[in-house]
C-alpha cells in the first residue's frame, strides 16, 4: 500500500477533534453543574434525533414525520418495562419494537413519495397517540403510566453511549455500499433501480434501522419525565424539530446535523425560557424559511463555502 499520499495531519485531526470533544461532554456532569448536565442531555437527545433522521431522510430525499412515534414507543417501553428488568434491557426492547414498527409501516408506506408519504407518517403519530388514548381511558381505566425515576447523571451517560452508537452507525452506512445505493435513491430512484438495487427493501431496512436509536433516546428520557401520558409522548414537535435542525445544520455530512441540534436546541432553550416564549415557533418557522431560501445546504454548507473561498483568496497571490 502506498502511504506516501496520505495526508496525515488531516487523518489525525478529523478523528481527534470529535474524540477530543466526546472525551470533554463526558465528564460535564463531574465538572459542570446541574443546569449544565441538563442543558448538555437534551444537546444529546436533539443530536441523536436528528442525526438517526438524517441516516434515511437525508440521504432519500424522503421527509419522515414518524419521529414523534419511534420517539412515543421508546417512552412507553420504559414505562411498561422500567419496573421489572435491568434498564438496559429496556432500552433494547424500545429499539427492537420501534424497529419492528418501522419496518412494517415502511413496507406498507415507501411505496409512496413526496408529500403523501410526509402526511403518511405523521398520520402514524396522531394515530398512535390516538390509540393508546383510547386503550388506558377505555380499557385500563385510566391515563398515563409513571416511569421507573433515574438520575440525571445516569441518563447523561444512557444518551451519551446512545450518541456513539448512532454516530458510528451512521457514519458507517454512509461509507458503506449500502450508503452509496442510498445516496442513488435520492438522486434517481428509477435509475438506482435498473442498475439491480433492491430499492424497496433499501429503503425499508434503513427507515427501520433509523427508528431504532429514536425509540432507545425516548425510553431513556422518559425517566426524567417519571410520568407520561399520549400527549407527552407522541408530541408532534419530535417529529418536526428534527427535520427542522438537520435542514439547519445541512445535511452533506454528520456534522450538520449535529451542529444544527446543537444550535436549535440552545436557541429552543433561549426562546422558552425568555419573553418570547410564546413566539418561538414562529421565530424557528422564519428561520427555517431564511435557511431554505439563503442557506440550501444549512450552516456547514456556508461554512465550507466561505473556507474554500478564504483558501483560494490565500493561494491567489501565490499561483500569481
Known amino acids: 500500500m502506498d502511504f506516501s499520499n496520505i495526508n496525515w495531519k488531516r487523518a489525525a485531526i478529523q478523528p ?3 474524540i477530543l470533544l466526546l472525551v470533554l461532554v463526558a465528564f460535564a456532569p463531574l465538572y459542570g453543574s446541574g443546569y449544565i448536565v441538563t442543558m448538555f442531555t437534551y444537546f444529546i437527545l436533539y443530536i441523536i434525533i436528528t442525526v438517526s433522521w438524517t441516516i434515511f431522510s437525508g440521504a432519500t430525499g424522503y421527509i419522515s414525520l414518524a419521529s ?3 420517539y412515543g414507543v421508546g417512552i412507553y417501553a420504559a414505562a411498561m418495562f422500567g419496573e421489572r428488568m435491568p434498564f438496559i434491557f429496556v432500552i433494547f426492547i424500545a429499539g427492537f419494537a420501534s424497529f419492528v414498527l418501522a419496518f412494517i409501516v415502511g413496507a406498507i408506506t415507501l411505496r409512496l413519495r413526496g408529500i403523501y408519504f410526509a402526511m403518511f407518517t405523521f398520520g402514524l403519530v396522531v394515530l398512535m397517540k390516538e390509540v393508546i388514548h383510547y386503550w388506558e381511558i377505555t380499557i385500563e381505566g385510566t391515563r398515563g403510566h409513571f416511569v421507573i425515576y433515574q438520575s440525571n447523571e445516569t441518563i447523561f451517560y444512557y444518551l451519551l453511549g446512545i450518541f456513539v452508537v448512532t454516530i458510528i452507525v451512521a457514519y458507517i452506512i454512509r461509507r458503506s455500499k449500502f450508503g452509496l445505493a442510498l445516496a442513488s435513491i435520492g438522486e434517481n430512484e428509477e435509475a438506482a433501480g435498473h442498475t439491480g438495487i433492491n430499492v424497496t427493501m433499501v429503503k425499508i431496512i434503513t427507515f427501520a434501522v433509523s427508528a431504532i436509536f ?9 425517566t426524567k419525565l417519571t410520568y407520561i401520558d399520549p400527549g407527552v409522548a407522541f408530541n408532534p414537535m419530535m417529529s418536526f424539530s428534527p427535520a427542522l435542525m438537520a435542514i439547519f445544520g445541512g445535511m452533506a455530512s454528520i456534522y450538520g446535523p449535529v451542529a444544527g441540534a446543537v444550535i436549535f436546541s440552545y436557541l429552543q432553550e433561549l426562546l422558552m425560557t425568555g419573553s418570547l416564549k410564546n413566539y418561538y415557533m414562529l421565530i424557528f418557522g422564519a428561520i427555517l424559511v431564511a435557511t431554505i431560501i439563503y442557506l ?10 466561505l473556507w474554500r473561498r478564504f483558501k483560494g483568496a490565500r493561494s491567489a ?3 500569481g
Open 296 to 305: 440550501p445546504s444549512g450552516v456547514t454548507g456556508l461554512i465550507q463555502n
Open 214 to 222: 429514536m425509540a432507545a433516546a425516548g425510553a431513556v428520557m422518559a
Open 68 to 70: 414523534a412515534a419511534f
Open 317 to 319: 497571490p501565490t499561483r
Open 16 to 18: 481527534g477533534i470529535p
